[in-house]
């Protein structure tokens, strides 16, 4: 393993890369290898301004690097105006980023330059009229496109490769991602899809968001979740930077 991932992996990066705020886990499709397992969660709601503005207070000013502002689907919370005309206020950060599979984008061009960038997920043959609107637009932010060919090509997240594997959780480089869904902190960004698809009760893979978050998050051991996860930790380690 390359030296500069020791590092990283010992650094506070590692911890408070980035945050992800899924605003609301409803999403305007239902795709099967969804890793926010949207299909199986039924419990979806949509985040309340009052939680993100609460969630705020818990966060100290560029302590992470970056907001991604996600979901589900982002603009069908029907404050998605209101969150991000004040995302920048709540939270302190470099760098803000949207992901999205773009169906309501144009309803709001004018407020997206708020964002430092989009990512747009284009699952071929299923929002592939709207990914050529928006790529006929005038919308003034760097769009990543992330091209699907089909479910296969998406993460399969019924798979388990890391069943004989050890200290999978420190190896992997998904735990510089935290998530937030509603009023909980997870400490990497594919832990919650997993604990839908599996029954896990929240307590063991999450924490509630208050003064205590971090030690508490700290405190979670969820090696044996990882055992179960989709994600390949055998992946080539450089690769983490480049996705985050
Ligand atoms: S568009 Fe994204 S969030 Fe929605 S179901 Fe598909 S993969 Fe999940
Ligand atoms: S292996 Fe999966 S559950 Fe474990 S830290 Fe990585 S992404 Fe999260």
Redesign the pocket.
């Known amino acids: 393993m390359d030296y500069w991932y020791n590092d990283f992996l010992r650094s506070s990066l590692r911890n408070h890369f980035v945050l992800e705020i899924c605003i609301t886990d409803e999403c305007s499709l239902s795709c099967k290898f969804c890793c926010q397992a949207t299909v199986e969660n039924k419990y979806k709601s949509h985040m309340s301004i009052d939680d993100i503005e609460l969630l705020s207070t818990y966060i100290n000013s560029y302590e992470f690097l970056v907001i991604k502002i996600s979901g589900g689907e982002p603009t069908i919370h029907p404050k998605f105006e209101q969150i991000v005309l004040n995302m920048r206020r709540w939270f302190k950060v470099h760098h803000y980023t949207l992901v999205t599979n773009g169906q309501l984008l144009l309803e709001y061009s004018d407020i997206l330059d708020n964002f430092d960038d989009i990512e747009i997920s284009h699952y071929i043959g299923i929002n592939d009229n709207i990914v050529n609107q928006i790529k006929k637009s005038s919308i003034n932010v760097p769009i990543k496109f992330i091209e699907r060919e089909d479910n296969v090509s998406m993460h399969n997240v019924f798979s388990n490769p890391?069943l004989e594997k050890k200290n999978?959780?420190l190896r992997?480089?998904?735990?510089a991602w935290k998530k937030v869904v509603k009023n909980r902190i997870y400490?990497?960004?594919?832990?919650f899809g997993?604990a839908v698809r599996e029954k896990i009760n929240l307590d063991k893979?999450s924490v509630v968001i208050g003064e205590t978050w971090r030690e508490s998050l700290e405190s979670l051991n969820?090696?044996s979740?990882?055992q179960n996860?989709?994600?390949n930790?055998s992946d080539p380690i450089g690769r983490a930077c480049r996705i985050l």
């Open positions: 890391n999978i959780f992997c480089r998904y735990p400490p990497c960004s594919n832990i997993e893979v969820i090696e979740y990882c996860c989709w994600v930790v």
